[in-house]
Nanobody
Framework: QVQLVESGGGLVQPGGSLRLSCAAS????????MGWYRQAPGKQRELVAT???????TYADSVKGRFTISRDNAKNTVYLQMNSLKPEDTAVYYC??????????????WGQGTRVTVSS
């Protein structure tokens, strides 16, 4: 069974930095795209950034130049380095990955979410 586990959220002051991690575990054959989404209170979940297995990345306009997504394929882990954080970055951040398991079809998986609060 495939599982995504996030870590690294917390409370940070405006202008500060946080690094989120998300590790995939289980009977994994291959991982395609991995990404981060976020959902602020009262808002819909939105895409933050994605990265392909080859390392190509895309970003939401609101985080370009401040956030960096990366992945370690050997560890089945994706990271989100968040710099120059703003109060509007406050949200629950969710990891997402497109994974084919040894006994399962290619499927989309979500982590449980990690809360990021940017406040003074």
């Amino acid at each position: 069974q495939v599982q995504l586990v996030e870590s690294g959220g917390g409370l940070v002051q405006p202008g500060g930095s946080l690094r989120l991690s998300c590790a995939a575990s289980g009977f994994i054959f291959t991982i395609n795209a991995m990404g981060w989404y976020r959902q602020a209170p009262g808002k819909q979940r939105e895409l933050v950034a994605t990265v392909t297995s080859g390392g190509s990345s895309t970003y939401a306009d609101s985080v370009k130049g401040r956030f960096t997504i990366s992945r370690d394929n050997a560890k089945n882990t994706v990271y989100l380095q968040m710099n120059s954080l703003k109060p509007e970055d406050t949200a629950v951040y969710y990891c997402n990955a497109n994974i084919q398991g040894w006994t399962t079809h290619l499927s989309n998986y979500w982590g449980q979410g990690t809360r990021v609060t940017v406040s003074s």
